[in-house]
């Protein structure tokens, strides 16, 4: 993956399989041994809590691991 791609999706919307906005992709993170995305970090709406969902939070983000991805458009949709 180009550095560019990943400065390019920073900031996209995350949505649910429903399409409800979860938040914006502020970070991910890489395995550095193999350079793969394992999660996205996610800066969460400030009406969710995110106890109410199944992915944990790092450091005030919510980490979704990249399994959950179901695409990436103009937004990130998740299978969920």
Known sequence: MRTTFGREILGRDVVDQAGDKLGALADYRIDM??????????????????????????????????????????SIQLSR
Do not use: F, Y
């Open 33 to 74: 041994s193999t350079g793969r995305i394992t999660a996205l970090l996610v800066a969460l709406e400030g009406d969710l809590d995110p106890a109410m969902l199944p992915w944990p939070t790092v450091e005030g983000l919510l980490s979704v691991p990249v399994e959950e991805v179901d695409g990436v458009g103009s």
